[in-house]
Nanobody, 119 residues
Framework: QVQLLESGGGLVQAGGSLRLSCAAS????????MGWFRQAPGKERELIVT????????YYLDSVKGRFAISRDTAKNTEYLQMNSLKPEDTAVYYC????????????WGQGTQVTVSS
């Protein structure tokens, strides 16, 4: 059974940092692509960061470029999203998702973690 479990969300002041973690079980982490999405209240879910299974192809939403960074620890089967210089508009529920077939279709999702940035 595949499970993705996010953690690391919370309340932070504008300009602060958080690191989200996505711990995976039931799949071979080193061979899959991963993505991070977020959904703010009243808005559609948006894709903010993706990485291919080798980490050679990465996409960042323009509004997070230079502030967010994705990384993974294959030994721990965990993907990370480092978020710096946070802004109130980054407030949302953040989700990680696994792209098992590396075709940009996300097959498994975590439960989400709330990030709130105060001004």
């Amino acid at each position: 059974q595949v499970q993705l479990l996010e953690s690391g969300g919370g309340l932070v002041q504008a300009g602060g940092s958080l690191r989200l973690s996505c711990a995976a079980s039931g799949l071979t982490f080193s061979s899959i692509g991963m993505g991070w999405f977020r959904q703010a209240p009243g808005k559609e879910r948006e894709l903010i960061v993706t990485t291919s299974w080798r980490g050679t192809r990465r996409y960042y939403l323009d509004s997070v470029k230079g502030r967010f960074a994705i990384s993974r620890d294959t030994a721990k089967n965990t993907e990370y999203l480092q978020m710096n210089s946070l802004k109130p508009e980054d407030t949302a529920v953040y989700y990680c998702a696994a792209d098992v077939n590396n075709d940009s279709s996300y097959d498994y999702w975590g439960q989400g973690t709330q990030v709130t940035v105060s001004s």
